[in-house]
């Protein structure tokens, strides 16, 4: 029996192995260091990315928060030359829109999302990529949309047109998030109470919503922080309002078009009620935004 | 509750009545999801029924028209369409390489613990409302351009012919940037996503090879993640084409071409927001059409980005170029 | 290097992100127990999620549509009595109407003061006005969405045309008289640098680009002038200040009236900074240094700007004031809707670059009890004793009598309904 033995040098693929090795030891320096370079170019970039939030928060909070004080939460709006100015009627008129906008998408957006998470046909299809393509319009369309579809069919501008315009961009939002979260609810649950002979209808509405409530309330929460932070669909539905003003059927203020509308007046007492509106409206968004994260973060681990 | 045969006990918890039939229930359901496409459906027909007299009075012409003086009856929008494209390059050629670079460091490179909250720090600056951008653009950033970063940059790059003009802060330059800090974090969330979704055998074995991290990184995750990526390139660039208020505050408000970079612009949605207030007859129809052409545009991008997004999740396993 | 945690959504885009290992339906391995077993807390918890997320939305849809009714005084000006402020008013009377105004930015910090104050005393009407330029308010006019519409210019006869048929014609009322300044930006340059008309036609048509230029140091001389860019600032949005201070360049150059002419909108050259509004205009110059503008008064006093003397037709340089705006309205008495234009009137005290603004009204309210309300606000703006009181203050020039008196005429011209009955009992 021959003694087996291993010469690199003959045989093609250990040679080849050895060839790489070689280079693969001289060139680990370099490449050791092209990695840390780079490495650090994209921590960089990660910090640059960062710089905008920092710097936007900052400066809108440093030039906001002079302006909170109770005046400012409990006063309308008052033109120049009258003190105690505030941005009540702005408050008060971003919630009844975009509480009407949300009880008007939230039952659609839900039903929606059943309907794309318990078929995968081709209308479901259709209905998917519809929503997608509604959240990519521009909200100056829809804007423009919603002046022509209620404001000239009823002749005035009120808060229902607005509510109309930022409901088309809440209610994607919401299907999407609802087909996630119901797609979210096992298998098991829907069959078992199906199996129990309940109906379809009867397991959405016991089983299957009820489990997929914390996503649900993810989701709406991230359409009501989209929704409310718009400007430009209420550009042209609800025309502002210097006054008080409850009623949807009337020309009514919000926080974003008041932003727009005061930050461009000349008047400093003015222009300063307009960033504490910019604060105000920052931070609830924020605070939606984050919130949702933490909900959606708790549910994760809920479900595990 | 009509169950058939008796319940088991401990199950005979009374129900409403109001348990619809499945098919009305189906029907409903189908019923809902509809109106999603009767909705995309009525958008894009009113918008069309508002913007067809325009082509029928002014032709397809006005189209490419580099006009706009709409009190003696010329509705050229060119400029307009021109100054869309270009804030829209400024902002995705800023975004796609420090968003990638921000994406690789939230996957793989920060620390494993700050990855998160880093994540939802980035994520934020979607949050902060497109009319507080735009403040705080010509409030504090343009100031910023007019006196430091235009003359440095004009120092620099002035050879290129790209940055004639005065140094006047508000214009191109400053609605680029403020775009790309909006788009960046729609390009930030989706990369990371997809980067870190790259198959992890492949990864494990291009380690095991004896690749550095960034060899890893530049040659089988990035590659791998390709598609996705182009689908977070495509939405970003969706979402520049069609932001309205803050580019509106930061443009500068011209209707000519702009010459430079640092000059004026429009944008299409800028034009729409500040002459649709008091645009009549043809005008109005114009102000349409612009805005009918940047729907499909704007469409047409997104679906593209939704096809790329979509085969990620739906190949299986990504395609790698191995270097 | 660690593998990632994979999100489950992207919360940005809300889009599903599934690892693409799996399908896009998640499998039963992956739920280690069914979350409906547990027992009744936890199914109590969230039934209260539930109930309170549908209480919130109904009490929300209630609160909005059912706490005000069509004519309730819901919408006052004033809040429960926070008793220092001497603008509250005690008595909220029933009946009363909203109107709602839109247009010129001109008349902007006077009308709100002077609307505020009048619901103040008349805690039933409210009258809401958006600036939001001459030209939209009369677009929104023509359209019939708002009650009345407000622009520096009257509507020509063609607008007019444009009119709803169910107006019965247009009724033009000149509420306000002001004047425009170019306001500039330029350290160390008092107000009253010396401008003539070939000059400004000049600047603003881009032929005279710095500030060292010799036509402006020649009327200047003694003042230091840098030499930087000018940066003129001009209307984006169709305004009825540009009208005003177009229309006075046209008239006295030839070469403006040749090129960009007058009107609410006009083209300025590339270079030009477009802002919306007087007051994006006014804040475009106090933040652009070495630029100059063209804003209302009122604008530009209470903004401390810095503005031009312009030389007049008598030939002296006059800085823009409520006595020289005066005196160049009291040239021309008699104006009309049609014959409206009080630009560059003789006499050496004559503010030559001044305007009426006017108020557009339909002359068949098709409500008598809104358009009621809607003259009787009219009268009391447009007469001393009445909203004319607030002009001063808030640098504008009240109305000269014989003006006072033209409003009222065509006030009264304004019927219900029925076409025939004056609604203006005075």
Redesign the interface.
């Known amino acids: 029996m021959s003694t087996i033995s291993f010469d690199s040098s003959l045989d093609p693929i250990l040679s080849r192995r050895a060839a790489i090795q070689k280079i693969a030891a001289s060139s680990i320096a370099r490449r050791k260091v092209y990695s840390k370079v780079a490495i650090s170019v994209c921590l960089l970039c990660l910090v640059v990315a960062l710089i905008p939030l920092v710097a936007i928060i900052t400066y809108v909070a440093a030039k906001g928060i002079p302006a909170w004080n109770a005046d400012f939460f409990?006063?309308?709006t008052?033109?120049?030359?009258?003190?105690?100015g505030g941005v009540?009627n702005a408050i008060v008129g971003s919630?009844?829109i975009d509480?009407?906008a949300?009880?008007a998408s939230?039952p659609f957006g839900i039903l929606g999302g059943l309907f794309l998470a318990e078929s995968d046909g081709p209308a479901a299809a259709a209905v998917r990529f519809s929503a997608d393509i509604l959240?990519g319009v521009p909200s100056i369309t829809i804007g423009i949309f919603g002046y022509i579809v209620w404001?000239?069919t009823v002749?005035?501008?009120s808060?229902f047109a607005g509510a109309f315009a930022i409901a088309i961009i809440m209610l994607?939002?919401i299907m999407?998030?609802a087909?996630?979260a119901i797609?979210?609810v096992?298998?098991?649950?829907r069959e078992?109470g199906l199996s129990l002979g309940a109906r379809r209808s009867t397991v959405a509405r016991r089983?299957v919503?009820?489990?997929a409530?914390p996503g649900l309330?993810t989701?709406v929460l991230?359409a009501v922080a989209r929704g409310a932070g718009e400007t430009a669909p209420l550009l042209f539905t609800i025309?502002?309002?210097?006054?008080?003003?409850?009623?949807?059927?009337?020309?009514m203020e919000a926080l974003p078009q008041a932003i727009y509308?005061y930050s461009?007046?000349?008047?400093n007492d003015l222009i300063q009620i307009a960033w504490g509106a910019a604060l105000l409206l920052m931070v609830v968004i924020l605070v939606l935004?984050v919130g949702?994260?933490l909900m959606?973060a708790r549910l994760?681990r809920?479900?595990? | 509750m009509s169950i058939s045969g008796s319940p088991s006990p401990g199950t005979a918890r009374r129900t409403w009545r109001l348990a619809v039939p499945d098919r009305t229930y189906r029907i409903l359901l189908g019923v809902a999801g509809g109106i999603f496409a009767a909705l995309l459906i009525a958008f894009v027909v009113a918008m069309a029924t508002q913007a067809v007299p325009a082509f029928s009075k002014l032709g397809v012409s006005f189209l490419w028209g580099s006009n706009w003086?709409?009190?003696h009856n010329h509705f050229g929008v060119l400029p307009f369409a021109v100054g869309t494209i270009e804030t829209t390059v400024i902002a995705v050629a800023l975004a796609v390489p420090i968003g990638l670079g921000t994406a690789l460091a939230l996957?793989?490179l920060a620390p494993?613990r700050l990855?998160a909250p880093l994540s939802?720090a980035v994520?934020l600056l979607?949050a902060v409302p497109s009319v507080v951008y735009g403040l705080w653009g010509?409030?504090a950033v343009?100031?910023l351009f007019?006196t430091t970063v235009e003359p440095q940059l004009t120092s620099v790059l002035g050879w290129t012919g790209l940055l004639g003009?005065?140094n006047?802060?508000?214009g191109l330059l400053l609605a680029g940037v403020i775009l790309f800090i909006m788009v960046l974090?729609?390009m930030v969330?989706?990369s990371?996503?997809v980067l870190?979704?790259v198959?992890?055998d492949q990864?494990e074995g291009a380690?095991a090879l004896g690749a550095t991290?960034w060899q890893?990184l530049r040659k089988v995750i990035v590659p791998g993640a390709r598609v996705g990526l182009l689908g977070a390139f495509t939405?970003a660039t969706g979402r520049a084409l069609g932001e309205t208020v803050a580019v509106a505050l930061v443009i500068?408000?011209?209707?000519?071409?702009?010459?430079s970079l640092k000059?004026?612009a429009g944008t299409i949605p800028s034009l729409i927001v500040?002459?649709f207030?008091?645009?009549?007859?043809t005008q109005l129809n114009v102000l349409f059409a612009a805005a009918l052409v940047l729907l499909v545009v704007g469409i047409g991008v997104n679906a593209l980005a939704r096809v790329f997004?979509r085969s990620?999740?739906?190949?299986?396993?990504?395609s790698v170029t191995v270097a | 290097?660690?593998?990632?945690?994979?999100?489950?959504?992207?919360?940005?885009?809300?889009?599903?992100?599934?690892?693409?290992?799996t399908e896009?339906?998640?499998t039963?391995q992956?739920?280690?127990s069914?979350?409906?077993a547990p027992k009744s807390r936890k199914?109590a918890t969230?039934?209260t999620?539930?109930l309170a997320?549908a209480t919130a939305?109904a009490g929300?849809?209630l609160?909005?549509?059912g706490?005000?009714s069509?004519t309730a005084s819901?919408?006052?000006?004033t809040?429960t009595a926070?008793g220092s402020?001497p603008?509250l008013a005690a008595d909220l009377k029933a009946g009363g109407a909203?109107l709602?105004g839109?247009g010129s930015t001109f008349v902007q910090?006077v009308f709100?003061?002077a609307f505020?104050t009048y619901?103040s005393k008349n805690s039933g009407v409210?009258v809401?006005?958006?600036a939001?330029?001459?030209?939209?308010g009369?677009?929104?006019f023509?359209?019939?969405?708002?009650n009345f519409g407000a622009s520096d210019v009257p509507m020509a006869a063609a607008d007019v045309a444009?009119a709803p048929a169910a107006y019965g014609g247009v009724l033009q009322v000149p509420d306000t008289l002001g004047g425009v300044t170019l306001s500039y930006n330029l350290p160390g340059v008092k107000t009253g640098l010396k401008l003539d008309a070939p000059t400004i036609a000049g600047i603003f048509a881009g032929t005279i680009s710095k500030w060292n230029d010799p036509a402006i140091t020649a009327l200047n001389p003694g003042v230091s002038l840098p030499s930087q860019?000018i940066?003129t600032v001009h209307r984006?949005?169709?305004s009825g200040t540009t009208y005003i201070f177009t229309d006075y360049l046209n008239t006295v150059s030839t070469t403006w009236a040749a090129g960009p002419g007058k009107?609410?909108?006009?083209?300025?050259p590339?270079?030009?900074?477009?802002?919306?509004?007087n007051?994006?205009v006014?804040?475009s110059i106090?933040?652009?240094p070495y630029s100059i503008g063209y804003v209302e008064l009122a604008?530009a006093l209470?903004?401390s700007f810095t503005y031009a003397a312009v030389k007049n037709v008598a030939g002296s340089y006059v800085t823009p004031s409520l006595a020289s705006v005066g005196a160049d309205a009291a040239q021309k008495p008699n104006v009309s809707s049609t014959d409206f234009s009080i630009v560059n009137q003789a006499g050496s005290g004559s503010y030559p670059i001044s305007g009426y603004s006017w108020a557009l009204i339909a002359k068949k309210q098709s409500s008598a009890a809104t358009g009621k309300s809607l003259v009787a606000v009219l009268d009391w703006l447009t007469h001393t004793g009445g909203g004319q009181d607030q002009s001063a203050?808030?640098d504008y020039v009240p109305l000269p009598t014989n003006i006072q008196t033209l409003a009222r005429q065509t006030l009264l011209m304004v019927t219900g309904p029925d076409g025939t009955t004056p609604l203006l009992t005075k």
């Open positions: 409990t006063q309308v008052k033109p120049e030359g009258i003190p105690n009540w919630l009844i509480g009407i949300v009880a939230v959240t404001v000239k002749g005035s501008y808060g994607p939002v999407r998030a087909e996630t797609r979210g096992p298998v098991t649950l078992a089983v919503l009820p489990a409530l309330l989701g991230l025309f502002g309002n210097q006054f008080f003003q409850a009623n949807p059927t009337k020309a509308t461009s007046q000349p008047y935004n949702s994260r959606a994760r809920e479900r595990r | 003086d709409p009190a996957a793989y494993r990855r939802t994520e979607a010509l409030v343009a100031p007019r003009g005065p006047q802060g508000v974090p729609t969330a989706i990371r996503d870190a979704a198959p992890h990864v380690m991290r890893v939405l500068g408000n011209s209707a000519h071409l702009a010459p000059a004026n500040s002459s207030g008091e645009a009549s007859g997004v990620v999740k739906r190949s299986g396993a990504a | 290097m660690e593998i990632p945690e994979k999100a489950k959504t992207h919360a940005t885009s809300g889009l599903p992100v599934m690892n693409i290992h896009v339906t998640p039963v992956q739920t280690p069914p979350p409906a199914r969230r039934a999620r539930v997320l939305s929300m849809l609160a909005a549509c706490s005000s069509p819901t919408s006052t000006s809040t926070s402020d603008y909203q709602t839109a910090p709100t003061k505020y619901s409210t809401n006005y958006q939001v330029g001459s030209g939209a009369i677009t929104a023509e359209g019939g969405t708002v444009k860019p940066t984006s949005d169709s009107g609410k909108s006009v083209t300025w590339a270079s030009s900074v477009g802002s919306a509004g007051s994006g006014a804040g106090k933040s652009t604008y209470q903004n203050s808030l």
